[in-house]
């Protein structure tokens, strides 16, 4: 086992099975089906059952399942982008207003410059590169808490914003068209957001279930000093894991800005906490780890939870308190989880530690 493979390897860590009192793994089988592992799965199923009841004519329908994914994979880039991050215990306070500020941008350079749209494209996603410079700069250069530095650099974000809006929606014909149909064009209903949602946490899932890069960023997670003792640069990565995170809200902007066929001032924000409540409740999923799986489980779960409450008629304050308690709930079953984890973890290395020699 690599240096870098035994700072990884802790509460949660692949490689290591959870233990029953008596000191023996597991089952296979109860472990991936258990609800430690999978019990988001469980709660949708109970939520489905619910709002069919409740609601029999319009939730259980093709068109809704079709209406809580593509009204979610913007959602879901949100919180896909906070996976890389949060992995490696940095919190990205900014990806709201970064998403915000990539969203009038193109819409900004489209309509009012009249820039074509694969160069504005390319533009925004450079502008996502930069954010994410900016909050490595500000995190790992200047070495201040995460929480802060990036909810100061989504403050300068907010001015940028108005800069560019004047706090004014922006809107054109060239917000339409060939701009338009990127969020428009569908494959059996399902639409291009949706795929390109997927495709990022398909990317997100290799790199970190299968490179070295992806074990690295476990480690500084579960223990940034033994990572530092192993060899690996921190910094570096951290500063790696905020660009990814500034790119993929970046792209999530412009496919926003591209199905509302505006840029919108405000529109960046209230995305924040349905993604922290999406990548904390996808973080008890799959191993106790942030994880891009679970955190698209856990997005259609708040998408289905949204969606039912309009369909039963629920009023426009009980879906902010869906995603709030869904949030709490969410960083409580983390806490037990890593808990519950640390314990196994413990005895693991006890069962394993061979009998002193007489």
């Known amino acids: 086992m690599s240096t870098v493979d035994r700072v990884s390897e802790g509460p949660g ?13 597991r089952p296979s089988w109860r472990r991936h089906l258990g609800f430690a592992n999978i019990g988001v799965v469980y709660v949708e199923i109970a939520l489905i ?18 209406s809580v994914l593509n009204e979610n994979a913007v959602a879901g880039l949100m919180a896909l982008s906070l ?23 193109i819409a900004w350079l489209l309509v009012n410059k009249g820039v074509a749209v694969v160069p504005a494209i390319l533009i925004t996603l450079t502008l996502g590169l930069l954010i994410g410079l900016l909050n490595g700069l500000v995190v790992v250069t200047a070495k201040i808490d995460s929480f802060i530095g990036t909810l100061a650099t989504g403050s300068l ?34 639409e291009l957001p949706v795929i390109l949602m997927l495709l990022v946490a398909i990317v997100l899932y290799v790199i970190q279930k299968y490179t070295v890069l992806g074990r ?19 910094g570096r990565i951290k500063f790696a894991t905020l660009i990814v995170s500034g790119t993929v809200a970046a792209i999530a902007g412009i496919l926003l800005a591209s199905g509302v066929s505006s ?23 799959f191993g106790g780890r942030f994880n891009a799986w679970g955190t698209i489980i856990a997005v259609i779960l708040l998408g289905t939870g949204t969606t039912g409450l309009v369909l039963v008629g629920g009023a426009p304050w009980t879906q902010s308190m869906f995603s709030g308690v869904v949030l709490l709930v ?29």
């Not at 690295?216 to 921190?234: D, S």
Request: glycine share 10%; net charge positive.
């Open 13 to 25: 860590a692949a490689g290591t099975s959870p233990l029953a009192p008596d000191g023996e793994s």
């Open 49 to 66: 059952i619910v709002f069919s009841i409740l609601a029999p004519s319009t939730f259980p329908t093709w068109i809704t399942v079709k």
């Open 83 to 105: 996976v890389v991050p949060l992995s490696a215990q940095v919190f990205d306070l900014s990806i709201g207003n970064a998403m915000g500020l990539a969203n009038v941008v």
């Open 157 to 190: 974000m907010v001015a940028a914003i108005s800069l560019v809006t004047h706090d004014q929606q922006i809107t054109g014909n060239a917000l339409n068209g060939s701009f338009g149909n990127i969020a428009t064009t569908s494959v059996a209903g399902i």
């Open 216 to 234: 690295r960023i476990y480690a500084i997670g579960f223990n940034e000093r033994g990572a530092v003792l192993a060899g690996i640069k921190t």
């Open 263 to 285: 840029g919108s001032p405000g529109i960046g924000p209230p995305y924040l906490l349905n993604a922290f409540a999406a990548a904390f409740l996808g973080a008890t999923q």
């Open 330 to 358: 969410a960083l409580g079953a983390s806490s037990f989880e890593r808990a519950v984890q640390a314990r196994a973890w413990v005895r693991s290395r006890r069962v394993r530690r061979p009998a002193p020699a007489e």
